[in-house]
């Protein structure tokens, strides 16, 4: 069965950067784009952005621009996404999910997701 | 960016009845209109894509109409197992996004 498996929580002070793992396993990793979402403490969510495993194409919603990383491993069928210049803002769950392309659409809905890393901020 | 509005809320619905959810987008995103059910401490699950095509081991209760900018997500006799939060997406433009979440809670 698809699996998403992310690593685990992560306590950052103000300014530092996260890396947050999510390890694929069930399919063919490189088939399916990753997106990662997040949701901060009784909020919605919110897209980050997407990786083509295959590819490594990625592309990032424009409030992350220029924080965000999104990378891969293919020998290990693992996405990982960093997050740099760390606010207090940004505590929040990180949730990878695997990107489903619409049947007349070119986005995603998502179909399968990790269990969330939390995040938090604090000095 | 495509702002999708939900209501109400939180919405308050006996087991067994009938529970009617909205969504709304700022501009048409045709059908390309995802549903997810969230329970406390989990991650969400994909309910419903295309508007209106129940993913893979969702139950008949659960059913998806709309098109254009107006969504409907029923289900139609509540079981406990079915109070959560449930949120919209669209993915018609980019960048995707999400409703703020209706809460479903039992009366």
């Known amino acids: 069965q698809v699996q998403l498996v992310q690593s685990g929580a992560e306590v950052k002070k103000p300014g530092a950067s996260v890396k947050v793992s999510c390890k694929a396993s069930g399919y063919t990793f490189t088939s399916y784009d990753i997106n990662w979402v997040r949701q901060a403490t009784g909020q919605g969510l919110e897209w980050m952005g997407w990786?083509?495993?295959?590819?490594?194409?990625?592309g990032y919603a424009q409030k992350f621009q220029g924080r965000v990383t999104m990378t891969r491993n293919t020998s290990i069928s693992t996405a990982y996404m960093e997050l740099s210049s760390l606010r207090s803002e940004d505590t929040a769950v990180y949730y990878c999910?695997?990107?489903?392309?619409?049947?007349?659409?070119?986005?995603?809905?998502?179909?399968?997701w990790g269990q969330g890393t939390l995040v938090t901020v604090s000095s | 960016e495509i702002v999708m509005t939900q209501s109400p809320a939180t919405l308050s619905v006996s087991p067994g009845e009938r529970a009617t959810l909205s969504c709304r987008a700022s501009q048409s995103v045709s059908s390309n209109l995802a549903w997810y059910q969230q329970k406390p401490g989990q991650a969400p699950r994909l309910l419903i894509y295309g508007a209106s095509t129940r993913a893979t081991g969702i139950p008949a209760r659960f059913s998806g109409s709309g098109s254009g900018t107006e969504f409907t997500l029923t289900i139609s006799s509540l079981q406990s197992e079915d109070f959560a939060v449930y949120y919209c997406?669209?993915?018609?433009?980019?960048?995707?996004?999400f409703g703020q979440g209706t809460k479903l809670e039992i009366k």
């Open positions: 997406q669209q993915y018609n433009n980019w960048p995707q996004t």
């Open positions: 990786m083509n495993p295959n590819s490594g194409n990625t």
């Open positions: 999910a695997r990107g489903k392309l619409g049947d007349s659409s070119s986005w995603y809905y998502f179909d399968y």
